[in-house]
């Protein structure tokens, strides 16, 4: 994959660089609650602002469907920016048209703008030719800084890019960077550990993964429905009993790209879903017909962790068992925490991401130590399915 980065754009002085980064950030009235998506942004903003370069921020904020919704309105998060970049940040009530042509139009060198709500435009989602053109208007230059957004095909990801010299941002090529290496050209072998909830939302990923890694570690509820459909009986646990033909196809195809599967040894069953609940480490040929699998046992772990150990390069998506509830965390924590240490070591590129796994791997402790920890989930998700990301395609040159 090759892209222009911000070492690409040799004078930015003066120029207007449209900048799409994702502020979809969690608010309670005007209040933003986790600023983690703003300070992901900050290098390129700064560094295109201490560059001397116009940088006009272009985001979306919730589903506003192409209405004015005052709800979903950017303005209350141009002063949270703002604070933690440490500079004046202004805003305008629109993203095309007079206004924000106005606000352009009064930027100094190294100003920041952030421009009002792209979905506030129908054209924004329809990838509307003449929408993308409108905000091309504004731009010298567009960097795309918002990979998290990069699965969509809209105006500000894809059709803006096509139109002006376009750029990774900083954070965009952190990302592209870290993927590439985990899947890209891995350093081999590969590993992937794949868990949550259902096999039926990620077909596709599992299909793609088994013709890329090496070995692969299904976990999690959607391990039953592997087991189930290799005869255990697993009792009264979340499983997907009618995808038993898609899981036998999918050891199949594993089988044919010399893909090794690694299914549970042994679980932890209880009688209820909740925390603390009574619970019991069984094999896989003892799992009671009332209980359920909420977890992987001492055996399972100790395999993990030996896959772990032969591997060069780790692929992580989903928890392997139902870690928000004690102790059905212990398999999830016991494997995060092996997966950080072999990588604070040296031995290991680990790169984990989507749904659920950013807040699993928080919660062992072990987020701070992975080579890279994506907080992009549906983009993240798309890219393990294999599937092109229009907003990074779009940056290709
Ligand atoms: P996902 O969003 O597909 O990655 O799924 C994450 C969810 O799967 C978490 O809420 C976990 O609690 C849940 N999960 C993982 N293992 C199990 C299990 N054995 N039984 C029920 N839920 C599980």
Request: hydrophobic share 45%; aromatic share 4%; with cysteine.
């Amino acid at each position: 994959m090759s892209f222009k980065t911000l070492d690409d754009l040799t004078d930015p002085a003066g120029k207007r660089a449209l900048v799409r980064v994702d502020l979809n950030v969690p608010m309670d009235g005007d209040r933003v609650t986790d600023a983690t998506r703003i300070e992901r942004v900050l290098p390129t903003i700064r560094e295109l602002s201490d560059k001397g370069a116009k940088v006009i921020l272009l985001a979306h904020f919730g589903r506003p469907k192409g209405e004015r919704v005052t709800s979903m309105s950017l303005a209350p998060v141009a002063p949270a920016v703002a604070d933690l970049l440490g500079k004046p940040v202004a805003f305008a009530d629109d993203c095309i048209g007079q206004s924000g042509a106005d606000a352009v139009g009064a930027m100094a060198n190294g100003d920041v703008l952030l421009l009002e709500n792209t979905r506030y435009h129908k054209g924004e989602e329809k990838n509307d030719p003449e929408f993308a053109k409108a905000l091309a208007a504004n731009g010298d230059i567009y960097v795309n800084d918002a990979f998290s957004a990069a699965h969509r095909a809209h105006g500000s990801t894809e059709g803006v890019a096509k139109l002006l010299p376009a750029y990774a941002g900083r954070t965009m090529q952190a990302e592209l960077e870290a993927l590439g290496a985990a899947l890209g050209e891995p350093v081999r072998p590969v590993l992937a550990v794949v868990g949550g909830a259902k096999v039926s939302s990620k077909i596709d990923l599992l299909e793609n993964l088994v013709s890329r890694v090496d070995m692969l570690v299904i976990g999690g509820g959607m391990a039953n429905t592997f087991l189930a459909a290799q005869g255990v009986n697993v009792g009264k646990s979340l499983c997907e009993h009618d995808l038993a033909s898609t899981a036998k196809k999918i050891l199949a195809a594993a089988d044919v790209a010399n893909c090794e599967i690694v299914l549970p040894d042994d679980a932890v069953v209880a009688w209820e879903f909740k925390a603390g609940a009574d619970n019991k480490t069984v094999s896989l040929d003892a799992v009671p017909s009332d209980a359920m699998i909420l977890d992987a046992g001492n055996a399972s772990i100790e395999t993990v962790k030996t896959k772990i150990d032969a591997a060069k390069t780790l692929v992580w998506n989903g928890p392997l068992g139902a870690f928000e509830i004690a102790p059905f965390d212990k398999a999830t924590v016991a494997a995060a925490k092996h997966a950080a240490e072999n990588t604070k070591s040296g031995k290991l590129n680990s790169v984990a991401g989507g749904g659920d796994t950013v807040a699993a791997l928080n919660h062992a402790g072990a987020a701070e130590s992975f080579s890279y920890v994506s907080t992009a989930g549906g983009a993240f998700l798309e890219w393990l399915e294999g599937k092109e990301l229009p907003g990074v395609k779009a940056l290709e040159g």
